[in-house]
């Protein structure tokens, strides 16, 4: 019996049968095949500017810490954690894909089999994925298809004059040189800030973790936030990175600075405990520089540095450089 069905009760099949076997009933996910009912919280994309618009300076400033992690899962299992906003390395669409030619129609069983960070996270608070899979809405439709899908970067998008500029396929993105390069040619003649404001983040509060370890279900399970963020995935393309250097800085700066503040506004709701679980997006084989990485951070420690918020970096088994010289 694999996770999906100790939870829910059945295991997972194809994805219109397996939406049916499923219903939400405002902010809860209910199996009917087990009656079991998930806080599943509030799911939403916003984009950087309108969590700018949001979130409110604190009379205190914010603090640091270095934290090496062995799996990220057990983290967010940790009664002691409840409350915290978990960033989530994702795709585009808010899912985990472990690469471009996968789609909703794989369903999330497979989760299990990807030991990275955002995979890991998904599994911690799996109800709320299977909501991003089969319920979340597309174009006033229920759930995530193959050919309906969540498009975080759209609306930066529809800002750039002169696309397009990069093709979107089941949250990874692709682009020629051609592309890249006249997109460069934007991007110094247009307002960088104003320009990140219209990326996008997924962000769902409030939501059940099911699991403590692989996979011991949690009969009494405590709640956590999640922010979904996606890198440029440089490391799927034929392309060289630096080509990539533009867009993907801008897109690591917007989903750094964006999780902050939405950790800040749902401890202003009163949601959340204003502790943030920050990870490195687009290493490994996404293929972004660990500079770049480490300098969006940094960028967004310093823009919200005023917002109280108690931050901790969670580095893999250990501590690296440059990551480990972040600081506040």
């Known amino acids: 019996m694999d996770w999906f069905e100790t939870l829910f009760g059945f295991p997972e099949g194809d994805w ?85 030619e996968v789609t909703p129609e794989s369903g999330v069983t497979t989760y299990a089999f990807d030991k990275t960070q955002g995979p890991a996270c998904a599994l911690a608070a799996a109800p709320a994925t299977v909501f991003r899979n089969y319920f979340a809405p597309v174009d006033k439709q229920s759930g995530q298809r193959a050919d309906r899908q969540i498009n975080n970067l759209a609306t930066l998008e529809q800002k750039l004059t002169g696309g397009p500029y990069w093709t979107v396929k089941n949250g990874y993105i692709d682009s020629t040189a051609e592309q890249l390069i006249a997109l460069d040619a934007a991007l110094q003649h247009g307002a960088l800030e104003d320009l990140m404001g219209h990326v996008r983040i997924g962000v769902q509060t409030g939501v059940d973790v ?30 060289p990175r630096h080509l990539w250097q533009g867009l993907a800085t801008m897109v690591l700066d917007a989903a750094y600075e964006a999780t902050l503040l939405a950790a800040a506004i749902d401890r202003d709701k009163g949601t959340g405990t204003g502790r943030v679980w920050l990870t490195m997006l687009g290493g490994g ?20 540095k005023n917002l109280g918020l108690d931050v901790k970096l969670a580095h893999f088994r250990q501590l690296s450089s440059p990551f480990n010289e972040i600081h506040l």
């Open 210 to 239: 099911t699991f403590s370890k692989r996979f011991t279900v949690q009969e009494n399970p405590h709640q956590i936030s999640q922010a979904f963020c996606s890198a440029v995935s440089c490391g799927y393309s034929s392309l």
């Open 285 to 304: 084989v996404f293929g972004n520089d660990d500079l770049w990485i480490a300098q969006a951070i940094e960028n967004a420690l310093k823009k919200t």
């Open 16 to 100: 219109e049968w397996t939406q049916r076997q499923f219903y939400v009933d405002n902010q809860t996910l209910v199996s009917k095949a087990n009656d079991r009912r998930f806080l599943i919280g509030k799911f939403s994309t916003p984009t950087l500017a309108t969590l700018r618009s949001a979130a409110r300076s604190s009379a205190s400033k914010s603090v640091l810490e270095h934290i090496v992690v062995d799996d990220i899962l057990d983290v967010q299992a940790d009664p002691n954690n409840a409350g915290d906003m978990f960033q989530v390395a994702s795709q585009f669409n808010t899912l985990e894909f472990p690469g471009p």
